[in-house]
């Protein structure tokens, strides 16, 4: 069973945008902080932002100013803005979220490719 179900990848040119959503499933229950990971070829996987709430987020440095992650409780859903894209953004990217406490999980989306090529 399909726990994050994520959409919104693709290719897309130097500078242009793209728009990541993923949506956890009813089956998971509440969600706690959920997020964005990355991994390029040959790279480990690495945080790219992660939202609590609107007055908790957390980006790498390499996208502040250019990505913004959002959430919509209601649809227990997480975004991902991502503007100016650069060829080095390139990578699998993987939703993440966490379940909060007393029964804290963590669950992985399948991934969606983003490649930034002209």
């Known amino acids: 069973q399909v726990q994050l179900v994520e959409s919104g990848g693709g290719l897309v040119q130097p500078g242009g945008s793209l728009r990541l959503s993923c949506a956890a499933a009813?089956?998971?229950?509440?969600?706690?902080?959920m997020g964005w990971y990355r991994q390029a070829p040959g790279r480990q996987r690495e945080l790219v932002a992660a939202?609590?709430?609107?007055?908790?987020?957390n980006y790498a440095d390499s996208v502040k100013g250019r990505f913004t992650i959002s959430r919509d409780n209601a649809k227990n859903t997480v975004y991902l803005q991502m503007n100016s894209l650069k060829p080095e953004d390139t990578a699998v990217y993987y939703c993440?979220?966490?379940?909060?406490?007393?029964?804290?999980?963590?669950?992985w989306g399948q991934g969606t490719q983003v490649t930034v090529s002209a």
């Open positions: 993440h979220v966490w379940t909060p406490w007393p029964r804290r999980r963590e669950y």
């Open positions: 009813a089956s998971i229950g509440s969600v706690d902080t």
């Open positions: 939202i609590l709430d609107l007055d908790n987020t």
